[in-house]
């Protein structure tokens, strides 16, 4: 299994307050992604970044920060937390070896469920 | 029209027999094409990549489609262990690394 860890893997908190999630990677690997899943929605891409300090959105990236400081970390804030947020946020990591035809080929760390009262 | 569309199932196999089910997706520029696997309430696993020609791993076959822009996921003898969500995931085709993945076909193997 790839080494990525999520934390906190569970978390409740309140509206309008800010939440961190935290993506921590041992692979050396150059992408890092942060997706949310619901139901009927499928993984929906909210930020990626393709080096460090190199973010870009995704498709759902409202209301979302990202920074990486370090190959290994990849940090998602939810800058004042909504009830629509409530979800199961995946991060994932991709190599990222242009040259390598299977190097995009995304792996997935075990999720942090986040509840939004 | 969603980028990539599963049928959502599920799909009730009897222990041992053949399911097969499709993805479709719209971008003829895509050129990566992943099957995962997903257990209720943990990360999407990879299950296997699809090259053009088709590829097997075991008990597992994925084809791809490009004139109908679909690739298919083949499960054979199947055990209820391969009980699961099945998730399709293709590249973006203008963005490298950048997948759009279906919202996955639930497969239940019954005894």
């Known amino acids: 299994d790839a080494g990525i860890t999520q934390s906190p893997r569970h978390k409740v908190t309140e509206t309008g307050t800010p939440v961190t999630l935290r993506c921590h990677q041992t692979?050396?690997?150059?992408?890092m992604y942060w997706y949310r899943q619901d139901p009927g929605h499928g993984l929906r891409l909210i930020h990626y970044?393709?080096?460090?300090?190199?973010?870009d959105k995704g498709e759902v990236s409202d209301g979302y920060s990202v920074s990486r400081s370090k190959t290994e970390d990849f940090l998602l804030t939810l800058e004042s937390a909504t009830s629509s947020q409530t979800s199961v946020y995946f991060c994932?990591?991709?190599?990222?070896?242009?040259?390598?035809?299977?190097?995009?080929?995304?792996?997935f760390g075990p999720g942090t469920r986040l509840t939004v009262l | 029209r969603k980028e990539v569309e599963q049928d959502p199932g599920p799909f009730n196999v009897p222990e041992g027999a053949t399911v097969a089910f499709n993805c479709t997706y719209s971008?003829?520029?895509?050129?990566?094409f992943f099957w995962y696997r997903q257990d209720c309430r943990k990360e999407p696993k990879l299950l296997m990549s699809?090259?053009?020609s088709g590829n097997e791993d075991g008990r597992f076959t994925a084809q791809l489609n490009r004139a109908s822009q679909y690739i298919s996921l083949l499960i054979r003898d199947s055990k209820l262990s391969d009980s699961a969500t099945y998730l399709c995931?293709?590249?973006?085709?203008?963005?490298?690394?950048?997948?759009?993945f279906g919202a996955g076909t639930q497969v239940v193997v019954t005894p």
């Open positions: 994932a990591i991709s190599e990222g070896v242009v040259t390598s035809v299977s190097t995009d080929t995304q792996y």
């Open positions: 692979e050396n690997h150059r992408y």
């Open positions: 970044s393709y080096g460090v300090k190199d973010t």
């Open positions: 971008n003829s520029a895509s050129q990566s």
């Open positions: 699809v090259y053009s």
């Open positions: 995931a293709v590249n973006r085709g203008d963005s490298w690394g950048k997948f759009q």
